[in-house]
């Protein structure tokens, strides 16, 4: 464990205590919340080393003066977690949220909605450790435990709804994503916000779950299951239904919505204009697409500091499936590790095709290239404007970069086996 060191702040109330003649187990709580608060403020602010060594000090000494599962110690703990995550320590921090989910726990009931927060801080962590299918269980978790002590049609409900949903989008899991985001709607039509602001995340994210569906991240997907909530191939296809009338009817109510709100958020109205022509262009619909192409460039000329000629002067990637890693030559420890990589020539039609595909270099020759070509060609793109009007942009570049393994000779190889003996 790091030492520790008081910040100067610190030190300055713990000789007032010291003076006082009082242990910290047995301070005032006034004044050790309010020591507390100057740690929250400090993560805050982005303090985190400062923080850091005070909440150390401050659970050593509190836990030697109180019972090991006292709740006074779950929100330093969370604190100090805080401060670790700052201090881009995602593993210490993980360690600090599991001791104090498990003090949350003891101390509140073992499905209590106190826990909540700490566990998403549990999954932070795990995500920034790329411990992904770890991560999906405690944001289930966490989701569980609120939609338990919550009505299904609570709006208290939504954060965590939302919350979820986002994930399973973030994890290439379209399905689950999109039973949470109807859920979502759902309360809204119940509560009379259907129109607002207020289900705008639901609406963006069911578009969204659509999308993901029809363009997945990747060129081919993994044999494996995605992260996340199961689903039968048969439910699957009955959800997949037609993508274009369900996104675009969300993204339209999404642009009504903001269209309302013009005067006072025209970037808000542009960004759903924009989301909606992109949506258009994807679904190969550029009869739609271009007439909010040509908004988007009005309104945008009307916004304060912003440059629609800059700003749609080049192709913009709407959608390029991950080339991924060649297989024939994939990284098994046996070679040379070197790095390859492929530059293909391109352009893009003012429709947001690319076109007239031209290897210019690659290394090693032919190993990746027709993985990078498939991947251009299944690319899409929010053409260039020019004074609205969507145009080709023809020299355009690509570079893709990897890793593989170069195989040993065969006699090299025998060789190194012979002298491993």
């Not at 027709?370 to 570079?399: D, E, F, H, K, Q």
């Amino acid at each position: 464990m790091p030492s520790a060191r008081r910040s100067p702040l610190a030190a300055c109330l713990l000789a007032l205590l010291c003076v006082a003649g009082a242990s910290r187990a047995q301070v005032a709580p006034g004044i050790v919340a309010s020591e507390l608060d100057l740690a929250a403020r400090q993560v805050e602010t982005g303090e985190f080393g400062a923080a850091r060594d005070w909440l150390l000090d401050h659970v050593t000494d509190l836990s030697a003066g109180v019972n090991r599962y006292d709740p006074a110690l779950v929100r330093p703990l969370t604190l100090l977690g805080d401060a670790y995550m700052g201090l881009g320590e995602p593993a210490e921090a993980l360690r600090q949220y599991q001791h104090a989910t498990h003090l949350a726990r003891v101390s509140s009931g073992l499905r209590s909605p106190q826990q909540v927060e700490i566990v998403y801080r549990e999954a932070t962590a795990l995500k920034s450790l790329g411990a992904l299918q770890d991560a999906n269980e405690r944001e289930e978790y966490a989701f569980r435990i609120l939609a338990e002590s919550s009505d299904p049609s609570d709006p208290e409900l939504l954060p965590a709804i939302n919350r979820l949903a986002g994930w399973y989008l973030e994890t290439d899991n379209p399905y689950p994503a999109r039973a949470l985001y109807q859920q979502a709607l759902v309360i809204h039509q119940a509560t009379g916000q259907l129109e607002s602001e207020t289900a705008v995340p639901a609406l963006r994210g069911l578009a969204a779950s659509f999308r993901l569906e029809r363009f997945p991240p990747v060129y081919e997907r993994n044999e494996e299951p995605p992260i996340g909530a199961g689903i039968s191939p048969m439910v699957a296809a009955q959800m997949a239904g037609n993508a274009l009338p369900a996104g675009e009817q969300a993204l339209q109510q999404v642009a009504r919505i903001r269209k309302a709100q013009e005067e006072s958020n025209p970037q808000g109205y542009l960004e759903a204009i924009l989301e909606l022509a992109d949506w258009y262009n994807l679904f190969e619909k550029p009869s739609r697409a271009n007439p909010l192409y040509a908004h988007a460039f009005e309104l945008m000329a009307k916004v304060p500091n912003a440059d629609p000629v800059a700003f749609f002067a080049d192709p913009r990637t709407l959608y390029f499936p991950d080339p991924g890693q060649t297989r024939d030559r994939a990284v098994r420890g046996k070679g040379e590790i070197r790095d390859g990589f492929v530059e293909v020539g391109y352009a893009v039609t003012d429709t947001g095709f690319s076109r007239d595909l031209v290897t210019i270099a690659s290394e090693p020759k032919g190993l990746m290239d027709m993985r990078v070509r498939r991947s251009l060609r299944a690319a899409r793109y929010r053409p260039a404007l020019v004074n609205g009007v969507a145009v080709a942009t023809a020299n355009r570049v690509y570079r893709h970069e990897f890793q593989y393994e170069e195989e040993p000779e065969p006699e090299a190889e025998g060789k190194a086996e012979a002298e491993a003996e």
